[in-house]
């Protein structure tokens, strides 16, 4: 007989400023250079990146969260910004290299889509990954976004253009189950 191990407890809290440590280490995956507008190579580095996520708080354009396992130390990031007056937001996530492959991101993102339909009450979340990224489609797809089409050559990167697949999903659409409990501790 096999033992069941439960799944892992997440937890979604606002990210603080003593994250860097974290941020520097999650940066340090050989693909994450594209997750952030500088490279993000030392603690300075990792403290203006965490600068974005702050600020968004009590800003009214957008929420990041945190997504830390049992220790509270950030492994991953869910993030709504940029949101509109006709109440439409974009979402964006990243996970450390050393946690993908465990659900992590698609539990953390079932999550925090529930939290930013019904307490945030933002009623379109969109997005977009490069259709080179099958991991990042898995993870939206998971949390219920629906494609709505491709943009030819959105991205450039290192001199190479990459088509990006947009999705998107309404407070209306379905509801998927997360493969990871989640607590969200929202932002005030």
């Keep these: 007989m096999t033992a069941t191990i439960p799944p892992t407890q997440l937890t979604l809290r606002p990210w603080r400023p003593g994250d860097a440590g974290a941020v520097l280490a999650a940066f340090a995956g050989s693909d994450m250079a594209t997750q952030s507008g500088e490279p993000i190579i030392d603690l300075a580095g990792a403290r203006r990146w965490l600068d974005w996520p702050m600020s968004l708080a009590g800003s009214g354009t957008g929420y990041a969260f945190a997504v830390t396992l049992d220790a509270d130390e950030p492994v991953a990031n869910v993030a709504l910004s ?59 797809a998971s949390a219920g976004f629906i494609v709505e089409g491709r943009q030819r050559g959105k991205l450039c990167y290192d001199g190479v253009r990459y088509d990006v697949e947009t999705a998107a999903r309404l407070d209306a659409d379905p509801r998927p189950a997360a493969r990871h409990p989640s607590l969200v501790i929202g932002h005030d």
């Design 82 to 140: 940029n949101i509109d007056r006709h109440g439409c937001g974009w979402v964006s996530y990243w996970t450390a290299e050393r946690v993908r492959g465990r659900g992590i991101a698609s539990s953390a993102l079932v999550a925090a889509v529930a939290w930013w339909h019904d307490i945030a009450g933002i009623p379109r979340l969109e997005l977009g990954y490069r259709l080179n990224n099958p991991g990042s489609a898995s993870v939206a």
